[in-house]
């Protein structure tokens, strides 16, 4: 008899439960970030039912607009993924910019410089953007797993060296003739394939929900995603547990940047046909946002980007059909991750008060005994 044949076996009802409970916190941010959206719209003198209806009209209503706002979810995917798959496992690669930009950079230079058949050429430039991912990932990940030194500062730091870094080789060294600084436009045979003239939605749409879905099988049904997890929740525990810490937090910030590089590759041989400088409107910071919706679930990954595309998509033509300025949605997104982020504060909060009350009990019962 297996140890597990032991325990208590959850029923129907309460996985479903469980369930409803993970999304209360992600809805009531949602919801709490409309009302305040909504309040700042009146102040604009605005009607902000119009204004909402505007964005889902703009983001859903009608095959070209839902094609656009899949086409701005496609890089929230990997970076969202790249980025939930880190926290979940207890490291904070917030540096999935810098890592998308870089992967991007090895995507573009490969794709332009071989020419090869189809079959080589697409997988190659898919492989070398993994690897600039990984390579722009290795430092911090190496300075956290061995030396105990900060990841977030070094992620933080490293970000902007990949934008300027990046610009400086597509404006001097590997530049395309012409004004604009980019590389050479990528052969043929290396293009991810477009599903519709209407937008640049293409192929790396199915990569990333195929990603989504395989990290989910791999967190529930493997033992390394179990290691994922256990490392997170108690890295001490995990140790005298027979798991090798230090090799996991190293594989785990790997693939992570690695995933965040495929996300450059997907703008450069998908969107763009070239590298470009400053490409990115920052889709490794909204990564961080997705992930925090999604309570870093691949499956719950899937529906933030959708939410966090829709409100992109729909605040372009925002834009276009009124005066408000489309970073108007990106308020709701601030909006949203500072919720999130109370939701962990309050707890910690609650405790250091619940505390800070027992103490000073403690301390009159002592007074009064004297």
Known sequence: MQPTDNLPKRSTGEVILSGLRLLVVPLVAVLISMVIGGIIVLFLGE??????????????????????TLQFMTPLLFTGLAIGFSFRSGLVNIGAEGQLIVGALFAGIAGYAFDMPAYIHLPVCIIAAIIGGMLWGLLPALLRVYFNVNELVVCLMMNPIALLLTGWIAARVLKAPGPTNKLPDIMPSAELANFSIYSQFNVGFVIAIALCLVFRYIYTRTKPGFEFKMIGMNPRFAHYGGIRVRRQALT??????????????????????????????????????????????????????????????????????????????????????????????????GHWLTRNKATKTADRQSSAEE
Do not use: C
């Open 47 to 68: 009607n902000p039912f119009e204004v909402y209806a505007m964005i889902f009209e703009g983001s859903v209503v009608g095959l070209p607009n839902f094609l656009v």
């Open 252 to 349: 785990v910030f790997l693939v992570s940047s690695g995933i965040a590089g495929l996300g450059g590759a997907e703008q450069v041989l998908g969107q763009y046909r070239a590298f470009y400088e400053n490409f990115s409107p920052g889709y490794g910071f909204d990564g961080i946002a997705v992930a925090m919706l999604a309570n870093n679930n691949p499956i719950g990954i899937i529906f933030a980007a959708f939410l966090f595309g829709a409100l992109n998509s729909g605040g372009v033509v925002l834009q276009m059909m009124t005066g408000l300025s489309k970073h108007l949605v990106q308020v709701l997104q601030f909006i949203i991750v500072l919720i999130l982020a109370a939701n962990f504060t309050w707890p910690q909060i």
